[in-house]
């Protein structure tokens, strides 16, 4: 079962494990490096880079695929960083089910309760809960205009409380973790031994605690808070309160998969703390030696010679501002031009080079089917050559996706294809050349369609135009248009101070310019666009938006 874990946290689904009572992890084949326990199961053909091991590892899963991918914590817009993130986990989710045949059904915890969510929902003046609804649709719209899939369920901490409490009496049952006199639970990280650290070896020494801190050991990390005057809480075995964030992940994980996690991906901030106190909490509550057997984590956007992109540090942009200038398809080119494990930089030029790539993509295809059309004169084709480059590109292309999802890779190999398509398409001369290769080129869009479409990319709609200018941009071009046809029916009916005879010549002659500027209209109102010709201009309105802004020769 491929279970995957996302940025912040809930999983790639599995249907249910009713409940949250510890269960047997499922069988695995022997201890191999730091420890791991290969599963036993099916081998996709994937090799994955694995945190817990620091190599390269045969993705191997069970009979069902389920992964889980992060849910935000709803406090705030999300920015680009985080889209980065999403976006790339999204290209592993659909190379994953549309190329290695993984049935990935998904799930997404929304953590909507939280220290930023009350401390931001008290600066507004509305309720945490508002909060929380609001921003949760707003990452909800976010996602969808990034053409990130949806999940096929969301999950929230506050419609799971009974099962977070369920999840912690059994820590303390199990002797890992203890409540304290002002009602708070803390799990012992000192009972977990040399078992802690399995990401990132030896742990970070903790912060210094406060003088009235009630942990008994400052490592200590929180599984339920006492509540506060005035923040929302829950009533517990231990007095009202609320559950620390790591505790929120390994519940619903654990309420969905049960004992056994395939993978679990998130930003490499989140290896520790939160990755490995998740670790700690679901093999200690499951009582297993490995609850999660694959860890992905993706690298961060960076400001150029900035740092992270975070909004601590102001220097973010929002989605929302993003999209008004590049389109989803361009960004998602951009995530897949470096390895989804590295640190990559933003820049405006960086967004350009792969708008650029699309769009000479675009072009390529264009010219092909022009070719295939016998629109294109072109020199003799070699087809043998194209074949053979086809069959190199799709094996290159999945070779490379099977190596921990090498996308810049995988684009390279794509666009190598699109140049050897160019060459043999650029020998133009003035008439065709003998017979065409309709085959071959059909073969090749066809593949790079399939491929763009598999990683959520959609080429026709690089023709148009992104952000809030598109609607402006349309109408200069009806415009152009439209005064085009005007001079052209102007010229039709000009015939200056002639004979009769000779004007009824020239009207004849150039009846076929008016017919042609008769059809323009006619085709122009079958996509919504009205001209009418009235004397010496003609005007144009788009049908059902009268406006008079749009008068040319008025």
């Not at 049935?103 to 930023?116: P, Q």
């Not at 001079?487 to 005879?501: D, I, N, P, Y």
């Amino acid at each position: 079962m491929l279970r995957t874990l996302g940025t912040r946290f809930g999983p790639w689904l599995l249907p249910g494990t009713p409940g949250l009572a510890p269960g047997p992890c499922r069988k695995v084949s022997g201890a191999r490096g730091q420890g791991w326990l290969q599963p036993v199961g099916h081998d996709t053909g994937v090799k994955v880079y694995n945190s817990l091991t620091r190599r390269k590892d045969p993705l191997i899963v069970g009979s069902a695929d389920a992964a889980s991918c992060c849910g935000p914590t709803v406090y705030d817009h999300a920015h680009l960083g985080h889209a980065c993130s999403y976006v790339r986990f999204d290209i592993i989710r659909r190379v994953l089910t549309r190329v290695f045949g993984c049935n990935i059904i998904m799930v997404m915890g929304i953590t909507d309760v939280d220290d930023k969510i009350i401390k931001r929902a008290n600066e507004m003046n509305i309720s945490p809960a508002s909060l929380a609804n609001l921003y949760e649709e707003d990452f909800k719209q976010d996602m969808a205009a990034l053409k990130v899939l949806p999940p096929t369920v969301y999950l929230r901490v506050t419609e799971n409380i009974p099962q977070i409490i369920s999840f912690i009496e059994g820590i303390i049952a199990n002797g890992h973790a203890y409540s304290t006199g002002k009602g708070n639970v803390y799990f012992d990280l000192q009972s977990r031994g040399e078992k802690y650290g399995k990401l990132v070896g030896v742990a970070p020494s903790p912060g210094a605690e406060p003088g009235d801190s009630d942990k008994r050991h400052a490592s200590d990390f929180a599984l339920w808070k006492a509540a506060k005057p005035q923040e929302m809480f829950w009533a517990s075995p231990w007095g009202n309160g609320r559950p620390g964030w790591h505790i929120e992940c390994s519940t619903i994980s654990s309420l969905v998969f049960g004992s056994q996690l395939d993978i679990h991906s998130g930003g490499i901030d989140l290896a520790f703390p939160h990755h490995e106190n998740e670790i700690a909490q679901c093999e200690v509550f499951h009582q297993c030696n490995q609850w999660g057997n694959y860890f992905l984590h993706s690298g961060h956007l960076h400001m150029k010679g900035e740092g992270k992109m975070s909004k601590s540090l102001k220097n973010y942009i929002a989605i929302k501002d993003f999209l008004k200038t590049f389109s989803p398809d361009t960004f998602r080119l951009f995530c897949m031009r470096s390895s989804y494990r590295s640190a990559v930089d933003y820049s405006s030029s960086s967004m350009r080079e792969a708008e650029h790539l699309l769009l000479a993509t675009a072009a390529f295809l264009e010219d092909a089917r022009a070719y295939m059309k016998g629109q294109l004169a072109s020199g003799p084709i070699r087809e043998d050559i194209l074949w053979e480059r086809l069959s190199h590109t799709k094996a290159a292309v999945k070779a490379t996706l099977a190596d921990d999802f090498d996308t810049p890779g995988a684009v390279d190999a794509i666009m190598d294809l699109i140049h050897h398509g160019n060459r043999q398409l650029k020998a133009v001369t003035k008439e065709p050349g003998g017979p065409r290769s309709p085959a071959v080129f059909g073969s090749i869009i066809s593949y790079i369609e399939q491929f763009f479409e598999t990683v959520g990319i959609s080429l026709g709609d690089q023709q148009s135009v992104s952000g809030d200018s598109s609607s402006a941009t349309l109408h200069s071009v009806v415009e152009e248009l439209v005064r085009f046809r005007l001079k052209v029916r102007q010229f039709a009916l000009a015939t200056g101070e002639a004979t009769r005879e000779t004007r009824r010549q020239q009207l004849l002659e150039r009846q076929p310019l008016l017919e042609a500027c008769d059809s323009l209209r006619q085709d122009l109102a079958a996509h919504g666009v009205s001209i009418k010709d009235r004397s010496s201009t003609s005007t144009w309105e788009l049908l059902g938006q009268r406006s008079d802004d749009h008068k040319p020769g008025s």
